[in-house]
């Protein structure tokens, strides 16, 4: 499955941002997806996973209440709809996929999005 996500940005503490990513070569409903985040230097970090229906998601605790997950099976898309953007959430962000780990969800992966903040 290839991978690709857009949406990054510039964006204010305290505003709002959705990344999205597109999945093709293979059959979407196949994959439970998923997304992560990366700062330079740092380890790759969970951030949240939807399960191959739709019907379960997952999240990091430090986006709980903040950030909704989401798919769309007729586009073959995923989206993360981020509010409330604090400082520290802004990293790269990886779209991901698997056809078996849930909710790791890391077999496959998105060439990165960047979300920075503005001053």
């Known amino acids: 499955v290839k991978l690709e996500e857009s949406g990054g940005g510039l964006v204010q503490a305290g505003g709002s941002l959705t990344l999205s990513c597109s999945a093709s070569?293979?059959?979407?409903?196949?994959?439970?997806m998923g997304w992560y985040r990366q700062s330079p230097g740092e380890n790759r970090n969970f951030v949240s996973a939807?399960?191959?229906?739709?019907?379960?998601?997952h999240y990091a605790d430090s986006v709980k209440g903040r950030f909704t997950i989401s798919r769309d099976s007729a586009t073959r898309m995923i989206y993360l709809q981020m509010n409330t953007l604090y400082p520290e959430d802004t990293d790269v962000y990886y779209c991901?996929?698997?056809?078996?780990?849930?909710?790791?969800?890391?077999?496959?992966w998105g060439q990165g999005t960047q979300v920075a903040g503005s001053a």
């Open positions: 991901s996929a698997t056809k078996t780990d849930y909710p790791a969800a890391d077999d496959f």
């Open positions: 939807i399960s191959w229906d739709g019907l379960h998601t």
């Open positions: 070569g293979d059959t979407f409903s196949d994959y439970a």
